[in-house]
């Protein structure tokens, strides 16, 4: 077997070093970062005209590709703008910002406004929400009167009935004899304690 000179050697390893090290060739398209969208911002989203919970009742419907996507939703909770138990048709417009597609018999809060007869969430801020219970605690503080209805008032009465006093005429011996059955175990216990020891 032939040695290779060093010299060679030593050309060979700066040929390689260079060939790996040289940069890539440049691309014909320049590669651009995504668009940051913001976060969704609810004292933002409340000012929109239209406010509301609702349940995605069926699949949506795109009119074009990557064109808007329209759902039907039944409003859960109206908040503002809409009326309770509405049957709408919301058109998600398919921006950078806003959810790409809605799951079928799930829940979102949705903020939006209405163009002509379209009911529309779009724009370059987020104006649809799935419901959390965050979410929910935070739109408490902007519509507490439409979130935490206020409590109704429970009385509470005598039985005006005879059977409720025969209630307690059967029960109260039941208690006494429960009472003593206790009391005699207690007594056993203590009584063969000391005379096991």
Sequence with gaps: MRRVPPFLLAVAMVALAIVTMSPAPATAEPVTAPAKCPAFVLSDAV???MVFLARVTG??????KDGPVVYP???VKALKGVA???KLQVTLNPGVCQLKSLSATEDYYFFVQKKGDTILAAGTLPRVEEYTDKLQAEIA?????????APQQVSFSEP?????QKLVKVAAPGVVL???GLLGLIIVMILGRRRSA
């Design 47 to 49: 000012k929109e005209p």
């Design 59 to 64: 699949p949506g419907k795109a009119s074009k």
């Design 73 to 75: 939703v039944t409003v």
């Design 84 to 86: 309770g138990g509405s």
């Design 141 to 149: 503080k902007e519509f507490p009167e439409a979130i935490a209805p």
């Design 160 to 164: 005006a009935s005879p059977e409720g």
């Design 178 to 180: 429960v009472g003593v």
